[in-house]
């Protein structure tokens, strides 16, 4: 196998991520077109519970679209792989249950260059689902920005319009979410969780040693 050919067939791992209205599935579907340009043997998924706009094709708020593979599980998706598939690309990855991890793992090794598009943080700005740990293994991570509703600054915090529902995943749209800047995002966690928090700071405070030079 030539130097060139070996290259080419090494795995990777992207994540396009950010808050809602971010454009994260026009990025992803912005690196497929490139792919299919390229003439690359690409496969595209998404979680079956996100059927927002269609059941099998990825589409963006902008109304671009590529045709896409509803899978139940991250299982579900090594199922479906073809052996001359080169890229896997994966929308609103952050539905997914944690086998995502393995999965985007074996595949990398496999030598795919898989891209992953999802939420990094829900409307509470906690984490979201397999989120943290894909970002960490990730070769290349790039954070997409939306725009505040409020003030127009950069956004990368999701605000949920109605408190009824706490529930992490709420599938919605305009009618429930809007982006926002720290500032505007007027989520606040409860005040036992911030007095718990100003009280391991003294703690911490209270047992720090001077460090020698
Ligand atoms: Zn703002």
Do not use: K, L, P, R
């Given at each position: 196998m030539s130097p060139y050919l070996a290259s080419f067939m090494t795995g990777s791992v992207e994540v396009v991520c950010g808050p809602m209205f971010s454009g994260k599935t026009e990025e992803l579907i912005r690196r497929v077109r490139r792919a299919q340009i390229a003439k690359q043997k690409i496969q595209i998924f998404k979680p079956a519970l996100d059927d927002r706009y269609h059941e099998t094709k990825v589409v963006s708020h902008s109304s671009q679209s590529v045709a896409a593979t509803p899978v139940n599980s991250a299982v579900d998706i090594l199922k479906r792989?073809?052996?001359?598939?080169r890229i896997v690309a994966i929308d609103?990855?952050?539905?997914?249950?944690?086998?995502i991890i393995k999965v985007v793992n074996k595949l990398s090794r496999r030598g795919v260059r898989v891209i992953l598009a999802g939420l990094d943080q829900d409307y509470k700005g906690e984490p979201f689902g397999p989120m943290p740990h894909l970002m960490a293994i990730a070769d290349d991570v790039t954070k997409v920005k939306a725009v505040c509703t409020s003030c127009g600054a950069p956004a990368s915090k999701t605000h949920r319009k109605s408190t009824d529902n706490s529930d992490q995943v709420l599938v919605g749209e305009a009618d429930l979410y809007e982006a926002r800047c720290t500032a505007h995002w007027d989520y606040q966690p409860d005040d036992e969780d911030l007095l718990a928090f100003s009280t391991n700071i003294e703690a911490q405070e209270g047992s720090m040693t001077e460090v020698q030079i």
């Open positions: 792989i073809y052996d001359s598939t609103e990855v952050q539905f997914f249950d944690e086998n």
